[in-house]
């Protein structure tokens, strides 16, 4: 069983990417249909049930349905922790990237236990958010691990600059849940917000986004001045997600923030988290991926392909 789990590194490493984006959009559908205390206890679902009942209604059923998508990212997680550990050898890295990833599975059900013990309280899901933010930023560092293109190393403007966007991106996210926290969308009718200037805290959020894109189009441009095809693809999916940001962050601030555009954007937020971690990857050099890898067929090379 493991030796065929080492064969299914490359999918099972995509794999832990798109389930984490996943479980991004299914937790905000949970605050955006109000069903954050669906199941109104942790770890149980309500008093000394552990499943949720026709009393809790609809909400339950979402709730429940989010926390039993966990199991699912601990499958997939456990899974490619295996398979790292049977292709350990050629991807000497990829075992602890694998194994921070598995960790923060029931680290962020913890934290997530506490926002439904805490009333949805908005600082504490900003929290949850983050977390999973972080976690799709390894995963990206995984895949590029195990099935990256091959690459020389960015010169140092360059790779200061990304970390720069790096850095100012993840201000980015975190006021966006602080906007988040300040806004209508509490997960809850009776939860409690941060009382906070909403309209404020959205300027300053745009601000911060006016920051990033323009280190984004300096980085395309010392990319493409240096011909660093990799970190240019890079650059420009990047500047691609934050312009389809921001056109849905105006679109949503300008009609009330209906809930489908803001389940949109949190899409777009762990979209965000994903481009600039392959960003900062993309400035470092790879030597070429392993043989048994390219061999993988489609899925191993997803990256490649954008660096052709």
């Known amino acids: 069983m493991a030796e065929t789990l080492g064969r299914l590194l490359v999918p099972l490493t995509w794999a832990n990417l798109v389930a984490n984006i996943g479980i991004v959009v299914t937790g905000g559908a949970v605050r955006l249909t109000d069903s954050g205390l669906g199941c109104p206890d942790w770890p149980t679902c309500d008093a000394?049930?552990?499943?949720?009942?026709?009393?809790?209604?609809?909400?339950?059923?979402?709730?429940?349905?989010?926390?039993?998508?966990?199991?699912?990212?601990?499958?997939?997680?456990?899974?490619?922790?295996?398979?790292?550990?049977?292709?350990?050898?050629?991807?000497?890295?990829?075992?602890?990237?694998?194994?921070?990833?598995?960790?923060?599975v029931p680290f962020q059900a913890v934290i997530g236990g506490i926002t439904v013990l805490t009333d949805l309280n908005p600082w504490v899901v900003s929290l949850h958010l983050l977390l999973s933010m972080a976690m799709i930023a390894v995963c990206v560092a995984l895949v590029d691990h195990v099935s990256g293109p091959q690459r020389p190393a960015a010169g140092r403007t360059a790779s200061r600059t990304t970390l720069a966007a790096f850095v100012v991106g993840w201000v980015v996210l975190y006021l966006g849940t602080v906007v988040t926290g300040s806004g209508p969308h509490a997960g809850d009718a009776e939860a409690p917000r941060n009382g906070l200037d909403s309209q404020f805290l959205s300027h300053v959020h745009a601000w911060s986004v006016y920051v990033l894109i323009?280190?984004?189009?300096?980085?395309?441009?010392?990319?493409?001045?240096?011909?660093?095809?990799?970190?240019?693809?890079?650059?420009?999916?990047?500047?691609?997600?934050?312009?389809?940001?921001?056109?849905?962050?105006?679109?949503?601030?300008?009609?009330?923030?209906?809930?489908?555009?803001?389940?949109?954007?949190?899409?777009?937020?762990?979209?965000?988290?994903?481009?600039?971690?392959?960003?900062?990857?993309?400035?470092?050099?790879?030597?070429?991926?392993?043989?048994?890898?390219?061999?993988?067929?489609?899925?191993?090379?997803?990256?490649?392909?954008?660096?052709?």
């Open 214 to 308: 323009g280190l984004t189009v300096l980085l395309c441009w010392l990319a493409r001045r240096t011909a660093h095809a990799v970190l240019l693809r890079a650059a420009l999916l990047l500047l691609a997600v934050e312009a389809a940001q921001g056109v849905i962050g105006f679109w949503q601030y300008f009609t009330d923030l209906p809930e489908l555009l803001v389940g949109v954007h949190m899409l777009g937020a762990a979209l965000t988290s994903a481009a600039l971690a392959w960003a900062v990857v993309a400035a470092r050099g790879r030597a070429a991926s392993a043989p048994e890898d390219a061999a993988a067929g489609p899925s191993a090379e997803p990256l490649g392909m954008l660096s052709r």
């Open 48 to 104: 000394d049930r552990w499943t949720n009942h026709p009393e809790l209604g609809l909400h339950g059923y979402i709730e429940f349905g989010n926390r039993l998508l966990t199991y699912v990212l601990a499958v997939i997680a456990i899974a490619c922790w295996v398979a790292a550990r049977r292709r350990r050898a050629e991807h000497p890295h990829a075992v602890w990237l694998a194994t921070v990833v598995a960790l923060g």
